[in-house]
């Protein structure tokens, strides 16, 4: 049986209160180094299929408003990729957000997205991490639809796993056009090892 | 318990480890002062640690950008997270020339850095850590494979004798058009073209000089178009443009220079002058143009009549 489909409810209470007090934490650190308040959703803890989660990429459309990068981190046995969407986010709100002083070119556009992927969900799973006393490594932040069709990255099809723990947070920046959605999506095994730290919290 | 020598000798592999890894280690103060310098980076930079260790970064290496690099440090210490850069967005941190004579692939080593904090006994960061990695062949092959894409893309959109959209890449921008004109209603037109009695041309002069005379059709609409317009060959002597932001009156000013152009121009093969004309349809883009396809047609009609009217001459299609 599945460990996610066999997440008790207070499992999932208590992955919800640490990734929101995670949140808080780096809600505040991003504060300090963007200067600006950052409203920050309550987490949205949900499973989804290899479908679900080809549906959320497939709204990433290079020529549209929605960009998406994505990063890999790994941890103790915990493994997962975090998404980033940006909705209708205006890259000169970005680049001034980023203290971003160079000419906007389409190659400081990307820079942009990734740095900022970076930033935000660095300071969140490192918060997360702090909690259950994990450290995670990362892998460099990665352009969604840059070199390869979204549709030929992730083929349903080819998906190695069958259901995926998805933490879900929004984030937008007060005063700045800067409107996106972290998603962690986390596969079966690592939430095996990740339930059995959140029960030995909540002995 | 272990001794102090066993310590020491520990100690010293260890730094045999980060001084030979095959990736570069740089670590910095807040200052911006070399504080490591491992042998991967004095052997591509030919600077010897004793050159550079407490000297500051900038004023060794000029070619890092002090503002972006600072930028990027400062969320490193103030997220206690690393900080990543990757090729595609900066080709390279530090400028190492390519060293190898036969199998180097590029002029310079890509370059994907990793910049880590660094803590303290006290858990406060004040160092960070470069890690450079050399990428360069994952880099060059990804460029080839991407310029090699680009060339199939253009030349599968690409009709090879005039070097004019084909007829299949055309229909694309038709279509885009037709949409786009759904949306902001900003005036379009459509002229469709041909060589007013080609198949004598190819009768009596050959097929190459057929070739010839259609090739420079298409030079002389290349000339006459502006960025913006569209062309493409349609068919075997037939040729269609859009002209975007021109309504008919427009595009009939443009048809006529493109008439009179190709009136008073001489095509020489093997020492024969040809000369020739074209018959145009113009069809601008209105409420009644319910599909690409009608569009075509309406602009064809146009043609028709400019041809039945006798010939080199042009004909705004309007429905009566």
């Known amino acids: 049986m599945s460990a996610i489909l066999a997440i008790r409810e207070e499992q999932r209470d208590c992955l919800q209160e640490l990734t929101n007090v995670a949140m808080g934490q780096a809600g505040d650190r991003l504060a300090r180094l963007l200067d600006t308040f950052v409203i920050l959703s309550i987490p949205h803890i949900a499973v989804m299929s290899p479908s679900d989660i080809a549906m959320t990429l497939q709204s990433i459309d290079t020529a549209r408003s929605i960009s998406g990068v994505c990063q890999g981190f790994i941890g103790g046995g915990i493994a997962g990729e975090a998404i980033l969407l940006f909705n209708d986010t205006s890259f000169q709100d970005l680049a001034k957000l980023m203290k971003y002083d160079d000419e906007l070119d389409q190659q400081a556009e990307r820079e942009l997205l990734m740095d900022t992927t970076n930033v935000l969900f660095g300071a969140c799973l490192r918060g997360l991490g702090e909690q259950i006393d994990q450290g995670f490594s990362f892998a460099s932040p990665m352009l969604l639809g840059q070199h390869q069709d979204i549709n030929e990255l992730f083929n349903i099809k080819n998906a190695r796993w069958e259901n995926a723990l998805v933490t879900e947070i929004n984030y937008q920046l007060e005063g700045y056009s800067v409107n996106c959605d972290l998603l962690i999506v986390i596969a079966d095994e690592s939430v095996d090892l990740l339930l059995k730290k959140l029960d030995f919290m909540l002995d | ?320």
């Open chain 2, 1 to 320: 318990m272990p001794n102090s020598d066993d310590f020491l000798k520990e100690f010293h592999w260890l730094m045999d480890v980060l001084q030979d890894i095959d990736v570069g280690l740089v670590v910095l103060n807040k200052d911006f002062e070399i504080e490591l310098w491992n042998s991967f980076m004095q052997n591509h930079s030919a600077k010897l640690p004793t050159h550079v260790l407490g000297k500051n970064l900038f004023e060794m290496f000029p070619e890092v950008p002090a503002a972006w690099f600072q930028r990027k440090v400062q969320t490193v210490f103030t997220l206690h997270n690393p900080a990543f850069t990757t090729w595609e967005q900066r080709p390279y941190l530090f400028k190492f020339l390519n060293y190898r004579l036969i199998t180097g692939v590029a002029d310079f080593m890509y370059q994907n850095c990793t910049i880590l904090p660094l803590t303290n006994t006290s858990g406060q960061i004040e160092h960070i850590c470069i890690i450079i990695y050399d990428v360069t062949e994952v880099a060059v092959n990804r460029l080839q494979l991407q310029k090699a894409n680009d060339q199939l893309h253009t030349l599968s959109r690409t009709d090879g004798l005039t070097r004019l959209l084909n007829r299949k890449a055309w229909e694309q921008s038709l279509e885009e058009e037709f949409k786009r004109f759904q949306r902001n209603n900003a005036a379009v037109s459509l002229i469709m073209f041909d060589i007013d009695h080609f198949k004598k041309v190819n009768d009596g002069y050959g097929h190459p000089a057929g070739d010839e005379v259609i090739r420079a059709t298409a030079n002389i609409l290349r000339a006459s178009q502006r960025e913006i317009d569209i062309a493409g060959r349609y068919g075997g002597e037939e040729f269609a443009v859009i002209l975007l932001n021109c309504d008919a009156d427009g595009a009939k000013v443009f048809a006529e220079r493109l008439r009179q152009s190709i009136e008073n121009f001489t095509v020489t093969h093997n020492g024969i002058d040809i000369k020739y004309t074209i018959s145009l349809g113009i069809s601008e883009l209105g409420p009644c143009i319910s599909n690409p396809t009608d569009w075509i047609e309406t602009a064809d009609k146009g043609l028709y009549q400019a041809k039945e009217n006798g010939r080199n001459k042009s004909v705004i299609f309007s429905k009566k």
